[in-house]
C-alpha cells in the first residue's frame, strides 16, 4: 500500500484501498471482495487491521457480509416509504425483482404484561401473533412481526399469506383511522440476525408501527432490515406553513426501557400518529 500516505493509520489504508478500487469500477456491486486472509497476505497488514476495515466498510453500507458465504460489494440500497404505508411485495417487484415470503410463525398467544407494555396492547388480551421472512431475489430484506387484534381482523389466523402479504390482507380489511410510526438502530437478537442472515455486529433498522381503526388499537408491528442493505425515505409537499398537510406532531416521548424486550429490537410507546393513513 505504498501508494497511501504512510501517516494513515493501516486500517484506514485497507479502506482506502477497497473503495478506490469499488469508485474506479474495478469491482462493480455484487462483485465479491478479497476475503480478510487474502487481503492480509496482499497489503501486508494484521487480520486485526483487515478486519476493522471491514467492519467500518459493512457498518457504513459500502460492502455487504454474509455469513458463510463471504463479502460483496453493496448495491445501491432499496428504499421503503418512511411515512407511508405500502406493500413490500409491490415495492420489490417496482424494482423489477422478485418477492417471496417464508411464514415462520403464525398463532394465537395472551399477552404477558410486558410485552403488551412494550408493544401497547393490553394485558391479557389473546392476539394473532405472525413472523415472517421477506426476501428479494432469495436475499432477506425484511422481518415482519405483527399482534393482531382478533376483534378487528377474525380472520387473519386463517389467511394463507403464501398467496396474499399481511399488508394487503389487512388493507383490504379495515381502513386505519391512525397510524404511528417510530424508528429505531438495533443490534438485532442472535435469532433475528440468523433469519435476515446478517453479520454479527452488524445494526439493523427497526420500524415500529401501531395502527388504529376508529378508537381500537387494531395492529402492532415492527419491522426490520438490515442496516448494511436497505434505507428508508420519503418525498412529499409541505404547505404554506411549512408543514406536511394531514400530519400530527411527532411525541418527544420514546420508551427507551421498551428497547431492549422485543424480539428483534424495540417495541415503543410513543411516537408519530398520521390519520386517514
Not at 500516505?5 to 462493480?28: C, L, N
Not at 386463517?158 to 394487503?168: A, G, H, L, W
Request: glycine share 8%; charged share 25%; with cysteine.
Amino acid at each position: 500500500m505504498n501508494e497511501y500516505d504512510d501517516t494513515m493509520p493501516a486500517y484506514e489504508q485497507v479502506k482506502r484501498f477497497i473503495t478506490d478500487h469499488i469508485q474506479s469500477g474495478k469491482w462493480e456491486a455484487g462483485r465479491r471482495v478479497p476475503s480478510e486472509i487474502e487481503l492480509v497476505e496482499q497489503l501486508g497488514v494484521s487480520k486485526m487491521t483487515v478486519n476493522r476495515a471491514m467492519r467500518e466498510l459493512t457498518a457504513a453500507g459500502i460492502i455487504v457480509r454474509r455469513q458463510g458465504v463471504g463479502s460483496f460489494v453493496s448495491k445501491t440500497k432499496p428504499q421503503s416509504a418512511l411515512l407511508e404505508m405500502r406493500d413490500i411485495a409491490e415495492e420489490i417487484e417496482a424494482r423489477g425483482n422478485r418477492h417471496s415470503a417464508e411464514m415462520k410463525v403464525l398463532e394465537t398467544i395472551t399477552l404477558e404484561k410486558s410485552d403488551a407494555e412494550a408493544i401497547g396492547m393490553r394485558a391479557g388480551l389473546r392476539v394473532f401473533h405472525s413472523l415472517i421472512v421477506h426476501r428479494e431475489n432469495d436475499t432477506p430484506v425484511q422481518l415482519e412481526e405483527r399482534w393482531i387484534d382478533p376483534a378487528v381482523f377474525p380472520n387473519y389466523i386463517s389467511v394463507d399469506f403464501s398467496k396474499v402479504t399481511p399488508y394487503r390482507y389487512l388493507r383490504g380489511s379495515v381502513e386505519a383511522t391512525e397510524i404511528e410510526h417510530i424508528i429505531h438502530a438495533i443490534l438485532p437478537n442472535p435469532q433475528a440476525r440468523e433469519l435476515l442472515e446478517v453479520p454479527d455486529g452488524e445494526p439493523c433498522l427497526l420500524l415500529f408501527r401501531r395502527t388504529w381503526a376508529g378508537d381500537t388499537l387494531a395492529t402492532s408491528s415492527q419491522f426490520l432490515f438490515p442496516g448494511s442493505g436497505y434505507a428508508l425515505g420519503s418525498r412529499y409537499r409541505l404547505d404554506s406553513l411549512g408543514q406536511r398537510p394531514n400530519s400530527l406532531p411527532l411525541s418527544s416521548r420514546v420508551a427507551d426501557d421498551a428497547a431492549s424486550q422485543a424480539f428483534s429490537g424495540p417495541r415503543p410507546t410513543g411516537g408519530k400518529k398520521r390519520r386517514g393513513a
